[in-house]
């Protein structure tokens, strides 16, 4: 079961995208859906994640204020909206299950192709 990102694309500093992740099989409230980004050469780092039972959010410190986590339970989806994109935001950004909060990626699960996001300055 791979979750897949989409939504992703080219776009100037200061402008916004938002990215999707439909998970082909069922996401219980236990679990957390979380977005993560990597950057050429760098590891994998937490973004933002939402617990899906209370809808609860986690934001990375570098992403609070501009990016937002929410979902959508009828179609077993989570949104990362992300505005005031900034030129260090580009990365591949990829979603992932966890069965409880963690800002590691070894703790998610589940991970499919991401999606390229690309800011130019």
């Known amino acids: 079961v791979q979750l897949q990102a989409s939504g992703g694309g080219l776009v100037q500093a200061g402008g916004s995208l938002k990215l999707s992740c439909s998970p082909s099989?069922?996401?219980?409230?236990?679990?957390?859906m979380g977005w993560f980004r990597q950057a050429p050469g760098k590891e994998r780092e937490f973004v933002a994640a939402i617990r899906w039972g209370s809808a609860r959010t986690y934001y990375a410190d570098s992403v609070k204020g501009r990016f937002t986590i929410s979902k959508d339970g009828a179609k077993n989806t989570v949104y990362l909206q992300m505005s005031s994109l900034k030129p260090e935001d580009t990365a591949v950004y990829y979603c992932?299950?966890?069965?409880?909060?963690?800002?590691?990626?070894?703790?998610?699960?589940?991970w499919g192709q991401g999606t390229q996001v690309t800011v130019s300055s």
């Open positions: 099989a069922r996401t219980f409230s236990s679990h957390l």
């Open positions: 992932g299950r966890a069965n409880a909060y963690s800002t590691l990626a070894r703790e998610y699960y589940n």
